[in-house]
Nanobody
């Protein structure tokens, strides 16, 4: 069983930056797509970014391209999300997720494809 633990959330002023991390405390992230989703109050969970098992391919929500960067370090069993030029609308709980299929790039922007989820970390951007 995989347990994903997020860290790095917090409060930041608009225009600032944060770096989220997600570590598998048990199990492994190897050979699986990893992703970040977020959920703002009163809204549905939405896709943020995904990264392939090798780290060579990434995908982002169109509205976030250029501000957010996803990366991973398989040796540390960890993925990251660097968030720059943060806006108040980025305020949400951010979730780390592990794709259910090994070596699968299928529907990486769909939450239903992800089998394991972290508990979430709150990001609050103050304008």
């Amino acid at each position: 069983q995989v347990q994903l633990v997020e860290s790095g959330g917090g409060w930041v002023q608009a225009g600032g930056s944060l770096r989220l991390a997600c570590t598998a405390s048990t199990g492994t992230i190897l050979n699986h797509v990893m992703a970040w989703f977020r959920q703002a109050p009163g809204k549905e969970r939405e896709f943020v970014a995904a990264i392939s098992w090798s780290g060579t391919t990434t995908s982002y929500a169109d509205s976030l391209k250029g501000r957010f960067t996803i990366s991973r370090d398989n040796a540390l069993n960890t993925q990251y999300l660097n968030m720059n030029s943060l806006k108040s609308e980025d305020t949400a709980v951010y979730y780390c997720a592990k794709h259910g299929g090994m070596w699968s790039w299928l529907n990486v922007d769909s939450s239903s494809e992800y089998e394991h989820w972290g508990q979430g970390t709150q990001v609050t951007v103050s304008s």
